[in-house]
């Protein structure tokens, strides 16, 4: 029964906490950032979890070695194997495959340093994490295990093999693209495979659940056997309100309030090019050119954290992103108006209060599997600030009628939905904002918690 | 029936004869080239057929106005509308699109010049075309209409709303991709119900044919209603073994016989990015790297046919091409041994005369429709030579059995391909040279006719 206190054992690759040490030296934890640690935080809340993850600084290892701390498995790979599945099979490769992200004609282009990345680097950590699941079920063998997104797709067939009546599921948390022959042959075996040797297989939205069904019919030439579900992920909106309020916050939001003009443009993101930050200033240009009775009147705030930045692809998107902020304000920018503020910085505090204070929001991803973004920011807006949505955003799916919805390749389409959210009437502003709160508060991270619950019960039944 | 003569209305951009004016100022007329223009010269030669195609020359534009010749119809279109539909919608929008070519990250941009070349352009376009063909429907109505591939996909609703009755066939020559938000909502939904509106459409293998049927269930929410099939194009047999025997090809195989090595490698393309030749060259730099006792004994000799130079992109390519092709000779030529041997040139006798003349024949595309090269070369190859063929040209679905099978994008797999492939048993190379040979014979271009006329007659019954 879903309401049941459960034994579970959570694979992810980033763990709930890091540690570090400070400047005497002793031990320091962290707790870590990111959608999935923040919505997980309710199992751990009320169930049994254990929670097995990747060791990544120098004390994370040293804690390994000490066998873990509080309910948590750290696993101290061999650096060589975790940089080659991190920085070059789990990103790019598969990142930018699941997104649509890789330029066909010129890349990737699989060379011997990517077959030993994925020989040597994503099979070792799979097998890594693969053991510790087996030691913990060996402590606990009626525990179910959790796995979570790309970085684990093989981590399943190795478990399954050993326990084959252990409970396994997998909830991927990025797009699933309809067509992997990106991937050789046996590659894109070992994922399916090691996807179908779950009980229950998630996704966050019917569009990649469906996809999912395909390729494995593709890839396999045969269906799904798993339950393959979808449950949309959230936020804990309580806490998120209670973060809005904050003193932190409240102050960042007089910052902003006293340097913004007449209409405000938000868009936050982390720096990644699955996120369209350059098309987005591309189409913000190609607006104040078809209509210039905005210009001096509305600026963009743009919001960008730092990512995965020893991967080249990002470094160069970051410069990308740079430059395409400079073009619009050289082409537009007066003494009086800055048409892009564009800052680069991990300050989550600085963009809960920009949350508040948009009149636009510009979620414009290429391809994105949720994009939460889209659901925190209108839950603590105070302006009936308009959501520009894209449509390959999984959030989409949920809040497409009450947003202004936009192709994320269709520039004049960009452009126009810009014009079209700051030309909003009020009373529509209103309607639609009223309807954004109501179904993140009636659709929060504990009703997700409760479908991927049911679904394990349902798949055990 | 199959066998019966029957009046036909074959609708294609380019038709089978194009008109140019001498020195003298008189008219001469050029045979079309391509596949699917000697495809279609079967149903011509048996059934009555009238071709409409776009007038692409000055003196088409003028035989335009006489009313066509020959059983040809050209339709003169606006120049600045063909523009944008010839060279921002068709090619490079939908033909990048259809064959995953797009860089999500950065490209496509819709901009106000591509919404312009869709509603201006490539409506207009399939409008003229809808046109012309309801002016043939008047004079013969009992005729089929056979549309052909991506330049017409608005045509077939168009004639349809005029004509309840008519019967309307659609044969797709290239790639069907899983995923069509590259188009904005209204653009895909206009493409997919303009072939829905067909009584058949068809495409080359059954991979495409399910990816169209799975888009039409996204795009539209609906499945296909029409007859989906598909049937591998194919070539002319006779005709094409009598011009390998040809003098001229002949002469060309001298040539290239006087000047080759102990090996020959070669590929045969256009210049398109489709067709994966920059990727074609890395790889065989990676394998003269990794398998030093084939340096001087074996080159690549690579006769590509320019292509599309009016658009950027297939520009940029052609560069690109060279530039790989320069860094293997830079790296591995010798005062004997040239590597790569590149020649870009409209050349197609030069070209049958390789085909004779091959020991691996290397078809690497990132995507591919059918790819013809991989029928035509294996039939009249005097050297048992070894086919190189990526699962992602619709020839795989055919002749994959007897081919070495390469994923486009691995790099490394290529390079052990092309090792593999000249290092085969000279036993194993004649057997699959001898069923390749069978298999081309045994399913030649009438075989893919009659299959589409049975359909068109499964439909009508």
Not at 25 to 50: M, N, S
Not at 238 to 251: I, P, R
Request: with cysteine; net charge negative; proline share 4%.
């Amino acid at each position: 029964m879903a309401g049941e206190r459960r034994s579970l054992i959570v694979v992810s690759n980033r763990g709930p906490v890091s540690y570090d040490r400070d400047a005497a030296g002793a031990r320091v934890e962290r707790r870590g950032g990111g959608g999935l640690v923040t919505a997980l935080r309710g199992l751990v809340a009320h169930h049994d979890v254990t929670w097995i993850a990747s060791a990544i600084t120098e004390e994370d290892r040293r804690v390994a070695a000490e066998g873990g701390a509080g309910g948590v498995v750290l696993v101290a790979h061999d650096q060589s194997a975790y940089d080659g599945y991190y920085n070059t099979v789990a990103n790019p490769l598969l990142w930018f495959a699941q997104h649509s992200l890789w330029p066909h004609e010129s890349a990737p282009e699989l060379d011997v340093a990517t077959h030993r990345a994925w020989s040597e680097g994503y099979v070792r950590v799979n097998e890594n994490f693969a053991a510790a699941v087996l030691a913990q079920l060996d402590q606990n063998p009626a525990a179910t295990v959790f796995f979570h997104d790309y970085h684990l797709y093989l981590a399943p067939a190795l478990v399954r093999a050993a326990r084959p009546d252990a409970m396994l599921a997998h909830f991927v948390h990025i797009p699933w693209p309809g067509d992997w022959s990106v991937l050789p042959e046996a590659w894109r075996r070992a994922v399916h495979e090691g996807l179908l040797a779950n009980d229950v297989v998630a996704f966050h939205t019917e569009r990649w659940a469906r996809s999912f069904r395909r390729s494995c019919d593709d890839v396999l030439g045969q269906g799904a056997r798993p339950r393959v579900t979808h449950h949309p992920i959230s936020i804990d909106v309580s806490e998120f309100e209670a973060l809005a309020m904050s003193d932190e916050v409240c102050a960042h939001e007089a910052e902003i309030a006293a340097g913004r003009g007449e209409k405000l443009i938000v868009r936050v993101d982390r720096v990644d090019p699955a996120k369209n930050v350059v098309r987005g200033f591309h189409a913000f240009g190609l607006f104040l050119e078809l209509h210039e009775e905005w210009r001096g009147r509305v600026s963009m705030l743009a919001l960008l954290d730092p990512s995965r930045e020893t991967i080249p692809q990002y470094a160069a998107y970051r410069e990308a992103i740079a430059a395409a902020a400079s073009a619009v304000n050289e082409r537009f920018a007066t003494d009086e108006w800055l048409p892009v503020d564009l800052r680069i910085a991990d300050d989550f505090l600085q963009s809960v209060a920009a949350y508040k204070q948009y009149d636009v929001l510009l979620v414009n991803a290429v391809y994105d599997g949720m994009n939460l973004v889209a659901k925190e920011a209108p839950l603590v807006n105070a302006r009936d600030g308009v959501l520009v949505l894209s449509e390959n955003a999984g959030a989409y799916a949920e809040l497409g009628e009450w947003a202004v919805g936009v192709n994320p390749f269709d520039l004049l389409g960009q452009a126009e939905a810009l014009h079209e959210a700051l030309s909003m009437p009020e009373a529509e502003r209103a309607r639609r904002a009223r309807h954004l709160k109501a179904h993140v508060r009636a659709n929060d991270v504990a009703r997700w918690l409760r479908g991927m619950l049911a679904d394990l019960d349902a798949a055990a039944a």
